[in-house]
């Protein structure tokens, strides 16, 4: 029902019954539906998105592209599940190109991320290189514009 998860991935604090109206399904159908999609690790978790800087917290994220060295008859697949494990990574894809995966982390200070990716990710074996790249402003992130207070930007005409 990939109605359903497309409304639930906007809004998943959407009442069952609104749902039910939106597709014209009854409750129950919704209900037994999102059960079978989480039971299925198809719905994996719902988040609410915020904006950790307005609210006062300033915290350093950093996007770290990682080459390695693949393990034999597990690939890449064993170092990526140690990267995922650490607390301070929040996403890791297995990327093509010129590197291998891109991890992206989250700490309190430069200091803080650079520690993580010399005492731990750098010393993991099978990791050849890493590239750290901070990030310095958010724009847009999972498909939500950050800090867009419309204003009028009409040209002011004078007579």
Known sequence: MRELLEILE???RISVSELAS?????????E????????EKIILSYGTLIDWEKFGDENVIAVIEINLTPQREVGFDAIAERIYRY????????MSGNFDLLVIIEGKSL?????FVSKR???IEG???????FLLKAYKKDG???DNEEEDRRLVVVP
């Not at 607390?87 to 297995?94: A, G, N, P, R, S």
Request: proline share 0%; no cysteine; glycine share 0%.
């Open 144 to 146: 939500v514009i950050l």
């Open 87 to 94: 607390d301070e990574v929040k996403t890791v894809y297995l």
């Open 127 to 133: 990791v050849t290189q890493t590239r750290s790249h």
């Open 22 to 30: 939106m597709l014209q399904k009854s409750e129950y159908e919704i």
């Open 121 to 123: 990710l750098s010393t």
């Open 111 to 115: 200091k803080e991320i650079s520690n």
């Open 32 to 39: 037994k539906e999102i059960e079978r999609l989480e039971r």
């Open 10 to 12: 906007k809004n998943s």
